[in-house]
């Protein structure tokens, strides 16, 4: 029986944090969320129940947690019946880029490519339903992705060193939950949240370093295989 260590859960929770607090997706987050929610952060406009709010948000979640669990699915299917080795070249390849990418990200390397992003947003008539919020949740996966895309490309880096593919779509759950907690929190408590998270904008420069030297450090040890050494010293796991 396989399983995956503790400290491997933590590290893809804490990356979905980061890609949380980067600064393409936070400023946004409170009139996402109240989008999905139908409703708005202007004074005195209707209020919905936190219930209401936060099942919207919930759906959101599921969404996007669905597709980066799948994106895994795909890569270990292909490695397993397409092209086999395919996991191998792509954790060499991955690591390379990742390491460029997180130089990219900390500021001392601009690549504008990287700067280019998509959003969808989904208004159905009659308002904002449970369905609509997940499908929302699913563009947001796809949307954002420039945006929070080399810190899950390092999750997903991780992933490949997985003896088997539950294993590796633990990883990318606990990355879609770092993501989605705060969602969550945020959903909880709406009101205020956005103040809240709108003092956070002084600290963007720090977290835009933090996440570029979290990507170097995934990129070499992906490189240099050492992320297999590690479960030596961190020997706690989950068996799957």
């Known amino acids: 029986m396989q399983s995956v260590s503790l400290l491997t859960v933590a590290v893809a929770f804490a990356a979905g944090l980061l890609s949380f607090l980067s600064p393409c997706v936070l400023p946004l987050v409170p009139a996402y969320i109240g989008h999905l929610a139908g409703a708005s952060l202007s004074p005195g406009a209707p209020t919905v129940s936190r219930a209401t709010t936060l099942a919207h948000a919930l759906a959101f979640v599921l969404g996007f947690s669905t597709i980066f669990v799948l994106f895994w699915t795909v890569i270990w ?5 397409v092209v086999p080795g395919f996991v191998q070249a792509f954790r060499q390849v991955g ?4 390491i460029v990418m997180g130089l990219h990200v900390a500021g001392f390397l601009r690549i504008p490519l ?8 989904l208004q159905p008539r009659g308002g904002p339903s449970l369905p609509t919020s ?6 947001f996966a796809a949307g954002w992705t420039p945006c929070i895309g080399p810190i899950l490309s390092g999750i997903i880096g991780l992933a490949t060193f997985s003896d088997t593919m539950a294993q590796g779509a633990v990883l990318l759950a606990s ?8 969602f969550l929190a945020t959903a909880f408590a709406l009101g205020s949240a956005a103040l809240v998270l709108k003092q956070f904008n002084r600290y963007f420069g720090a977290v835009e370093v933090v996440s570029g030297l979290f990507l170097v450090a995934i990129g070499v040890l992906m490189l240099t ?10 020997n706690w796991g989950v068996a799957l």
């Open 225 to 234: 295989g050492l992320f297999l050494r590690l479960p030596q010293y961190f």
């Open 175 to 182: 990355y879609s939950l770092g993501l989605g907690v705060p």
């Open 134 to 139: 997940f499908v929302v949740g699913v563009l």
């Open 77 to 81: 299917t292909i490695d397993l019946y």
């Open 114 to 121: 990287l700067y280019r992003e998509k959003r969808f947003y």
């Open 95 to 98: 690591g390379v880029i990742l």
